[in-house]
């Protein structure tokens, strides 16, 4: 039987892993390793809070980023510019680099922008994505889940195979 003061700790845990999850930079790719590796997590559990965790901003973002967008364009210095340089450099760079994937794919190039775990792809280049390219919301909000349980599963999987290796 595990302690309340056991469970409040791993509770708090989990509320971490989710909470790198939903962020743009780590999401799965730093959510996953650091629920089974810092904190020991069972695999299913560290694959469903990465998972859950990497979905909550999407609607959000899906509903929003464009409005965001017009709210920083005319918001005076010294918050609207500083915020919104980075952010119209990585949509311009977002949009560029996946232009071809979407023209030729269509709202299904999602899956792939979010399921391969490599910088500047997962769940918040996808939303950036869907929203540049107008998909329909249904369509993104499929899309980019379905990317997010097969890019959960990779970095699962990856990160038990080098646990796995390491420990020989």
Same mark, same amino acid.
């Given at each position: 039987? &595990?302690?309340?003061? *056991?469970?409040?700790?791993?509770?708090?845990?989990?509320?971490?892993?989710?909470?790198?999850?939903?962020? !743009?930079?780590?999401?799965?790719?730093?959510?996953?390793?650091?629920? %089974?590796?810092?904190?020991?997590?069972? !695999?299913?559990?560290?694959? *469903?809070?990465?998972?859950?965790?990497?979905?909550?901003?999407?609607?959000?973002? %899906?509903?929003?980023?464009?409005?965001?967008?017009?709210?920083?364009?005319?918001?005076?210095?010294?918050? /609207?510019?500083? %915020?919104?340089? !980075?952010?119209?450099?990585?949509?311009?760079?977002?949009?560029?680099?996946?232009?071809? #994937?979407?023209?030729?794919? /269509?709202?299904?190039?999602?899956?792939?922008?979010?399921?391969?775990?490599?910088? &500047?792809? /997962?769940?918040?280049?996808?939303?950036?994505?869907?929203?540049?390219?107008?998909?329909?919301?249904?369509? *993104?909000?499929?899309?980019?889940?379905? /990317?997010?349980? #097969?890019?959960?599963?990779?970095?699962?999987?990856?990160?038990?195979?080098?646990?796995?290796? %390491?420990?020989?």
């Amino acid at each position: 039987m &595990m302690s309340s003061v *056991a469970l409040g700790e791993q509770a708090w845990q989990a509320l971490i892993v989710l909470g790198v999850a939903a962020l !743009p930079l780590s999401e799965l790719r730093g959510a996953i390793p650091l629920a %089974l590796i810092s904190f020991g997590f069972p !695999p299913l559990v560290a694959y *469903a809070l990465g998972v859950v965790g990497n979905l909550l901003p999407v609607l959000p973002l %899906l509903l929003g980023l464009e409005a965001l967008l017009k709210v920083l364009e005319r918001w005076p210095w010294p918050w /609207g510019q500083p %915020l919104r340089r !980075p952010l119209s450099w990585w949509l311009r760079l977002t949009e560029r680099r996946f232009r071809g #994937a979407v023209e030729r794919f /269509g709202p299904w190039a999602l899956i792939v922008i979010v399921a391969v775990p490599l910088p &500047m792809t /997962g769940a918040w280049t996808g939303c950036a994505v869907a929203v540049l390219f107008r998909v329909p919301l249904a369509k *993104a909000l499929v899309a980019i889940a379905l /990317g997010v349980l #097969a890019a959960g599963a990779i970095v699962t999987l990856a990160t038990l195979g080098a646990l796995g290796t %390491l420990a020989l």
